[in-house]
């Protein structure tokens, strides 16, 4: 998975990391009812805000920086992230300090279902849409982007140093955590992707596979790279193309795009030599190539780049914002 803002700045990526720290968190003094809204983020003359399913301006452009609205919105203002409801307001203040030697460094992430990964004294745990901790920072490591992952399907990703019983050399291996911070499979993998509909990516002997929630391989390891299941189908790329794979391992879609995304709302995007577009679970096109890059859908609209610019689009392709 992947700096700053997954689908808002173009070239994107994730993760986390963590030390033990005082629990000090900046919250708001009153702890106002969630309401699950869902915007999305736009920019204006350097400034971020959010707008509604309708295209009206419901959080005006005034934050360095806007990513996903899941019942809070993770804004960055003056070098440090932190939370808003949807009238603007701080409901988890911006505490979390960016480090301003990293252009791409990530401090806080958006919540997913209902937890969200933030950094304090570098290291990394996990809040709750109060502000809360639901898992004290524990993850060791100052890199964003590759340390913790978000919660997907019931668990999230992580990162620590391991020692080989074999060779007795350390290396850095991926585990999985469950929502109370457990360990739910130990870390052995050398690469792993989130869980999606009870299997996630993982990397053995150089391949990829898919494994199962008690770690199996459900999928053989012969993949030279692969996504998160959605819709019964996962993206995976094979001697240089990406297709899609049912849940045994099949091609339900033919490897012939050269990059390929997840499902999501029914559709996927995938690029070809004449930019990206989408497809329906049944390979068609519902929206032809002619994107300089697309993301996934969220509530029925993706965003693309076109010429640079950052465009909202329906399941028609017709432009929705701005």
């Given at each position: 998975m992947t700096p700053k803002s997954l689908l808002l700045t173009v070239g994107l990526a994730f993760v986390l990391a963590a030390v033990s720290v005082p629990l000090v968190l900046g919250l708001a003094d009153a702890k106002p009812q969630i309401q699950f809204t869902e915007l999305y983020p736009f920019e204006s003359n350097g400034k971020w805000g959010y707008f509604d399913r309708t295209g009206r301006e419901i959080v005006a452009p005034r934050f360095d920086h806007a990513d996903y609205f899941h019942g809070l919105?993770?804004?960055?203002?003056?070098?440090?992230?932190?939370y808003i409801n949807d009238q603007g307001e701080f409901v988890i203040k911006p505490t979390y300090t960016l480090d301003p030697n990293e252009p791409n460094d990530v401090a806080a992430r958006p919540f997913w279902e209902g937890l969200a990964a933030v950094r304090v004294n570098g290291a990394w745990g996990y809040i709750n849409l109060q502000g809360d901790w639901q898992i004290v920072p524990k993850f060791i490591g100052e890199d964003g982007f590759d340390t913790v992952g978000d919660f997907s399907d019931g668990r999230a990703w992580f990162r620590r140093a391991v020692v080989s019983p074999e060779s007795g050399e350390g290396y850095e291996a991926y585990g999985f955590i469950d929502a109370t911070g457990e360990v739910a499979l130990e870390p052995k993998w050398l690469a792993v992707n989130d869980f999606g509909e009870g299997l996630a990516g993982a990397v053995h002997k150089g391949y990829w596979g898919f494994i199962d929630r008690d770690g199996e391989f459900q999928v053989r390891p012969k993949f030279d790279g692969v996504g998160v299941f959605h819709n019964g189908l996962a993206p995976a790329k094979k001697d240089g193309l990406w297709g899609y794979l049912n849940r045994?391992?099949?091609?339900?879609?033919?490897?012939?795009?050269?990059?390929?995304?997840?499902?999501?709302?029914?559709v996927a995007p995938v690029q070809t030599e004449d930019g990206w577009g989408y497809l329906d679970p049944y390979g068609q096109w519902i929206i032809p190539p002619r994107f300089d890059r697309a993301f996934a859908f969220e509530n029925g609209l993706a965003r693309v780049v076109v010429d640079g610019e950052i465009l909202y689009i329906d399941h028609s392709g017709n432009q929705f914002f701005p």
């Open positions: 919105g993770l804004v960055e203002l003056d070098g440090m992230a932190g045994r391992g099949q091609w339900h879609i033919e490897p012939t795009f050269v990059q390929a995304d997840n499902f999501l709302d029914g």
